[in-house]
T-cell receptor, first 111, second 114 residues
Framework: GEDVEQSLFLSVREGDSSVINCTYT??????LYWYKQEPGAGLQLLTY?????DMKQDQRLTVLLNKKDKHLSLRIADTQTGDSAIYFC???????????FGAGTRLFVKA | DAGVTQSPTHLIKTRGQQVTLRCSPI?????VSWYQQVLGQGPQFIFQ???????GRGNFPDRFSARQFPNYSSELNVNALLLGDSALYLC?????????????FGSGTRLTVV
């Protein structure tokens, strides 16, 4: 079945780069996403990548996709304390009508 | 332009009761999806509606139902509430049926069943 897995915690120092990793099982995924959730809030779409792309850069964010290994990563350059949040990896399933989310990676940024 | 709005923001219900949650999508968005997020987990898909028709249903019991109105707003109903239904219920809107360019989420309704 469809599944998305990600590590639960990541701690970095302010100014360093953060790399959050994710693996998925659905080989026919068309879109892969990164969402951010701050306490008490809904999810905010950060960026997404189409499955025929290897990389996408958007300001401080870089997404890398290894379709062969079904591995997705999000790199945040110059991480700030305001980046502390939960980051969800997600993939759009074969049915096209639902998005499957991972359990989220909690990013701690130390000043 | 207003984002996705959900009401109420918080709700406390007793086991066995029924609850209705409401969602207004972004203006112009015709698709509404509902997700359940249990504390410490990622959102789980419940329903998607597009142009007032159900386009997808997740692995949830028949106690969960939803509908979409002509103005594209939506309601999620849960009957015979169980303690395990306590969660954050998120509404997400998107332009098209598949949400390929991603969802815009509301802030959610926090449901507590006691």
């Amino acid at each position: 079945g469809e599944d998305v897995e990600q590590s639960l915690f990541l701690s970095v120092r302010e100014g360093d780069s953060s790399v959050i990793n994710c693996t998925y099982t659905d080989s026919s995924s068309t879109y892969l996403y990164w969402y951010k959730q701050e306490p008490g809030a809904g999810l905010q779409l950060l960026t997404y990548i189409f499955s025929n792309m290897d990389m996408k850069q958007d300001q401080r964010l870089t997404v890398l996709l290894n379709k062969k290994d079904k591995h997705l990563s999000l790199r945040i350059a110059d991480t700030q304390t305001g980046d502390s949040a939960i980051y969800f990896c997600a993939e759009r399933g074969t049915g096209g009508f639902k998005t499957i989310f991972g359990a989220g990676t909690r990013l701690f940024v130390k000043a | 332009d207003a984002g996705v709005t959900q009401s109420p923001t918080h709700l406390i219900k007793t086991r066995g009761q029924q609850v209705t949650l409401r969602c207004s999508p972004i203006s112009g968005h015709k698709s509404v999806s509902w997700y359940q997020q249990v504390l410490g987990q990622g959102p789980q898909f419940i329903f998607q509606y597009y142009e007032k028709e159900e386009r997808g249903r997740g692995n949830f019991p028949d106690r969960f139902s939803a509908r979409q109105f002509p103005n594209y707003s939506s309601e999620l109903n849960v009957n015979a509430l169980l303690l395990g239904d306590s969660a954050l219920y998120l509404c997400a809107s998107s332009l098209g049926v598949g949400g390929g360019d991603g969802y815009t989420f509301g802030s959610g309704t926090r449901l507590t069943v006691v």
